[in-house]
């Protein structure tokens, strides 16, 4: 390879390194110091309280330790402050990792992206955010991923359906805006959506509108089909749909002057055709579907900076779970996305299959433990069965000796008899 191409190659390389920032990155990796790093919110006094673990299963005993859910049916307000920074002109991406170890029936597992400005000790669900992302379950019924972004004064729901992952492993959840108004959203570093900001979401009204002034001519005919009008009905078509029962006969005990005249009951026609109509043929002055002319919307104004946040500072865990237990780990911002996904194999890759196998094997532990048990209780019911037996079978042997002894006694009362007479 010239040396030219290698010399490119290599200032590019240094271009990009250079051009990567990480904003926030917190892995819980240096035991309860990270209590002085998160602030819990004072707004209410029974915020529910994040306990530091692995949780019941996990790849690494260490490496897997994050923030976790503790309290049921509570809600949860917790952050974290980092330099304030904007991402004008560059990507910004938002990357952590959930799992719902409890088999979660109701709550949220997403994060905010807050201004600098935001109290966090006063931080609630209403304090303005810019970015909330994240899975969020509810019943069967809800199981989405949450992009919502704040844009002048409103917070915006994206358009589309992201299904969020429902089981009981960890899954590596991201987020990336780029300075062109595009997205992609990602899962276990796949992209699962993207698309453009203006299209996805309703920040902006519509471009075109329909044109107020345009009506349909009163000429414009748009039926496709019409009747025949050379189509007549026929003559025998005229049947009453209900006739009486010529097989019907009046009871022999039937009297008129004290039951009235009698009437047999009345029976479907079977020569009944309904309702007559002509058969549709094409219609010949048929135009086709008025279209409603549409004109440019004179309130749209194009925003190439719908992406960009003049403050981004604070991460927080401001959510509900009726359930407890979700665990919340491997936090990262940063303006790289290449980067992003090396940090997401690094370290949800390399623990993912290690805690799935550490769950599967207790859940067979638990499968023979169950199968145990069931067999010590079909013995132990068996034992009492054959004890039961037992006693029967004692129990008859006894009542069968008594009545020799009964014949034994009469026998003696009989020879006792006998011999009085003789006397």
Known sequence: MPALSLLLMAMSAASVLAGSTVYFREQF????????????????????KFVLTAGKFYGDAEKDKGLQTSQDAR??????????????DQPLVIQFTVKHEQSIDCGGGYIKLFPSAVNQEDMHGDSVYNIMFGPDICGPGTKKVHVIFHYKGKNHLINKDIR?????????????????????????????????????????????IKDPEAKKPEDWDDREKI????????EDWDKPENIPDP??????????????????????????????????????????????????NPEYTADPDIYKYDSIGVIGLDLWQVKSGTIFDNFL???????????????????????????????EEERKKREEEDKKRRDEAKDEEDE???????EEEEEGEEPEEEDEEEEEEGTDSKLKDEL
């Open 29 to 48: 990796e240096d035991a309860d110091a990270w209590k002085s790093r998160w602030v819990e919110s004072k707004h209410k006094s029974d915020y529910g």
């Open 75 to 88: 809600f949860y307000a917790l952050s974290a402050r980092f330099d304030d920074f904007s991402n004008k």
């Open 164 to 208: 969020c992952k429902d089981d009981e492993y960890s899954h590596l959840y991201t987020l990336i805006v780029y300075p062109d108004n595009t997205y992609e959203v990602k899962i276990d570093n796949k992209k699962v959506e993207s698309g453009n900001l203006e299209g996805d979401w309703d920040f902006l009204p519509p471009k075109k």
């Open 227 to 234: 009747p025949d009008p050379d189509d007549k009905k026929p």
């Open 247 to 296: 097989d019907a006969k009046k009871p022999d005990d039937w009297d008129d002057e004290m039951d009235g005249e009698w009437e047999p009951p009345m029976v479907t026609n079977p020569d009944y055709k309904g309702e007559w109509k002509p058969r549709e043929i094409d219609n010949p002055a048929y135009k086709g579907k008025w279209i409603h002319p549409e004109i440019d």
């Open 333 to 363: 911002i940063t303006n790289d996305p290449n980067l992003a996904e090396e940090v997401g194999n690094d370290t949800w890759g390399k623990t993912k299959d290690a805690e799935r196998k550490m769950k599967e094997s207790q859940e």
């Open 388 to 394: 039961e037996e037992q006693d029967e079978g004692e």
